[in-house]
């Protein structure tokens, strides 16, 4: 397959394997399917590219420090699903959708990881980022599950974040045993959220 001007740097392919999505250094991903379309948007290099679990949507991540969403229900007229995410300060290096909810996560060289509430993927929203890593986070994947994330990062580390809140709400109070203050309120969980323990 050829016709990029530059570097390829990701690939995937859909769930039901009929369509295979490319991005470029040459700031464009292309769809691989008969017939093949070329998909325009990013204003920089297209680092990575991911399928919904459906088949139906293309996350595309770029170094323009967005991420696109794109309804690939027709591969051959792909067409663009709302605004570009935005919440990224630095070039996006990969992009995952969650295989059982309607979950994508981004990493980026700004060191952090976010998740995206797609299920309206025309107005997707993000909380606040997974942050621990000391540098680039290069990949994110999710188990099988989809309850668990990893990060991997230039800092040299591998990080696992809980998606399920129940379960991470277990795991902090048997880290706590049942004592967790205002101050480890605010070491463990956030310092944006008011103080409410959920083991008392």
Known sequence: MTGY?????????????????SGSDDHTIRLWTLPSAIITGHTSTVYAVAFS??????????????????NITNPSHPTPLGPPLI???????????SPKRHILASSSNDQTVRLWNVTDPTHPTS???????????????????????????NDQTIRLWEINIAKTIRR???????????????????TNLPYNPPCS
């Open 53 to 70: 679990p459906d088949g139906h949507t293309l996350a595309s991540g770029s170094s323009d420090q967005t991420i696109r969403l794109w």
């Open 127 to 153: 909380g606040t980022p997974l942050t621990g890593h000391t540098s680039s986070v290069n990949a994110v994947a999710f188990s099988p599950d989809g309850h668990t994330l990893a990060s991997g990062s």
């Open 5 to 21: 001007t530059d570097s390829v740097n990701a690939v995937a392919f859909s769930p039901d394997g009929h369509t295979l999505a």
């Open 172 to 190: 902090i109070c048997a880290t706590t045993s049942n004592t967790l203050t205002p101050a480890k309120w605010e070491q463990y969980v956030s």
């Open 87 to 97: 919440d990224h300060t630095g070039s996006v290096h990969s992009v995952v959708f």
